[in-house]
Antibody
Framework: QVQLVESGGGLVKPGGSLRLSCVAS????????MSWIRQAPGKGLEWLSY????????YYADSVKGRFTISRDNAKTSLYLQMDSLRAEDTAVYYC????????????WGQGTLVTVSS | QSVLTQPPSVSGAPGQRVTISCTGS?????????VQWYQQLPGTAPKLLIY???NRPSGVPDRFSGSKSGTSASLAISGLQAEDEADYYC???????????FGGGTKLTVL
């Protein structure tokens, strides 16, 4: 069955960095677009970034552009999110999600990993 | 402020029918981009409920249905059950932002 497992969350100081990982199994990872989506405590969902199956096409939300970097390793069936210059407002649960189309339709989600940015 | 607008909350008694609206604009729903709906039970990850405006993934009961017209979409839940109590989010694509966009979410309470 399809599984997405995130890791790498934790407590980090403002201005710090963190790298999230998402390991996929149960499907041909290299065939799918992937995205990162986050949810601040008690808030709604916010799309952050999208990466094509080959890794050649990348999009970012304005809120993270220039600070976050999405990448993937198809050989390791893994998706990554490098987060730099973290701010308090980046505190959230971060989900990786499989996208069946370029414009969304997230059919499988990981369980999420919590990132807390605080001094 | 979300690009797609949903009511913060709706409620209904068991067995009743409720609808949740999702209002967008000409750069997203009005541009004929697909609308998806997700259900998020307390403490869990979102789950795809409706895709392509009105299609249900396998395993989703036919009590859940979606529709779209103009710049708006709706999720209808009939025969409400206690386990339907959750947060519901609509999602589409916005061509002016070149981004997936979500509604702010609607909390469904089963009375």
């Amino acid at each position: 069955q399809v599984q997405l497992v995130e890791s790498g969350g934790g407590l980090v100081k403002p201005g710090g960095s963190l790298r999230l990982s998402c390991v996929a199994s149960g499907f041909t990872f290299s065939d799918y677009y992937m995205s990162w989506i986050r949810q601040a405590p008690g808030k709604g969902l916010e799309w952050l970034s999208y990466l094509s199956s080959s890794g050649n096409t990348i999009y970012y939300a304005d809120s993270v552009k220039g600070r976050f970097t999405i990448s993937r390793d198809n050989a390791k069936t893994s998706l990554y999110l490098q987060m730099d210059s973290l701010r308090a407002e980046d505190t959230a649960v971060y989900y990786c999600a499989r996208a069946t189309t370029r414009r969304g339709r997230y059919d499988y989600w990981g369980q999420g990993t919590l990132v807390t940015v605080s001094s | 402020q979300s690009v797609l607008t949903q009511p913060p909350s709706v409620s209904g008694a068991p067995g009743q029918r409720v609808t949740i609206s999702c209002t967008g604009s000409s750069s997203n729903i009005g541009a004929s981009y697909d609308v998806q709906w997700y259900q998020q039970l307390p403490g869990t990850a979102p789950k795809l409920l409706i895709y392509g405006d009105s299609n249900r993934p396998s395993g989703v009961p036919d009590r859940f249905s979606g529709s779209k017209s103009g710049t708006s979409a709706s999720l209808a839940i009939s025969g409400l059950q206690a386990e339907d109590e959750a947060d519901y989010y609509c999602q589409s694509y916005d061509n002016s932002l070149s981004a997936s966009v979500f509604g702010g979410g609607t909390k469904l309470t089963v009375l």
